[in-house]
T-cell receptor, first 115, second 116 residues
Framework: AQSVTQLGSHVSVSEGALVLLRCNYS??????LFWYVQYPNQGLQLLLK??????LVKGINGFEAEFKKSETSFHLTKPSAHMSDAAEYFC?????????????FGKGTHLIIQP | GAVVSQHPSRVICKSGTSVKIECRSL??????MFWYRQFPKQSLMLMAT?????????EQGVEKDKFLINHASLTLSTLTVTSAHPEDSSFYIC????????????FGPGTRLTVL
């Protein structure tokens, strides 16, 4: 079955430290991959997306992610965390070929920024 | 950029009543709209996909008679929760896609439904 796994429901980093949020997917065909951020009681904001172009994708707010086909991963990183980065982050996948046309979301990772 | 709005942002209703949630694409034509449901501190789950002018496709386990979806125009889709019960209380989020940015969905701000 096609699925999306985010390792770590909570990640805590110090302000200024590296942020690494992990996302793995299971699919034999490379899918389209997205990272979204959600602030409390709000909708989703797209951070970045991979749609089979460059494997290193740069997004908004200093975030970037690298698609690694061999590892079926699409981890999100930011070199230096800011207090405003505290939020819920979702990795989402649109699997290619058949099945649902909507996005499959990971369970989310709550990013905590320590002062 | 592409903007999607939802109305209302919050709604409280009594058990047994029906509630309609609107999803609008403000500056583009949404050939496809999606409805997601998010329980507190959980991920989003796709409920259904609707294409303008045709019947919605529901995900397994979603009651189509309870969650009525209408996508009558290229800028408006509605989700009606019929005979709502407390277990239907959730955050409902819609997204929309146009024919150009086929692989990207633009999300609305969500609607918080509370059924008493």
């Amino acid at each position: 079955a096609q699925s999306v796994t985010q390792l770590g429901s909570h990640v805590s980093v110090s302000e200024g430290a590296l942020v690494l949020l992990r996302c793995n997917y299971s699919s034999s065909v490379p899918p389209y991959l997205f990272w979204y951020v959600q602030y409390p009681n709000q909708g989703l904001q797209l951070l970045l997306k991979y749609t089979s172009a460059a494997t290193l994708v740069k997004g908004i707010n200093g975030f970037e992610a690298e698609f690694k086909k061999s590892e079926t991963s699409f981890h999100l990183t930011k070199p230096s965390a800011h207090m405003s980065d505290a939020a819920e982050y979702f990795c989402a996948v649109r699997f290619s070929g058949g099945g649902a046309d909507g996005l499959t979301f990971g369970k989310g990772t709550h990013l905590i920024i320590q002062p | 950029g592409a903007v999607v709005s939802q109305h209302p942002s919050r709604v409280i209703c009594k058990s047994g009543t029906s509630v309609k949630i609107e999803c609008r694409s403000l500056d583009f034509q949404a050939t496809t709209m999606f409805w997601y449901r998010q329980f507190p501190k959980q991920s989003l789950m796709l409920m259904a996909t609707s294409n303008e002018g045709s019947k919605a496709t529901y995900e397994q386990g979603v009651e189509k008679d309870k969650f009525l979806i209408n996508h009558a125009s290229l800028t408006l889709s509605t989700l009606t929760v019929t005979s709502a019960h407390p277990e239907d209380s959730s955050f409902y989020i819609c997204s929309a896609r146009d024919a150009v940015s086929y692989n990207e969905q633009f999300f609305g701000p969500g609607t918080r439904l509370t059924v008493l």
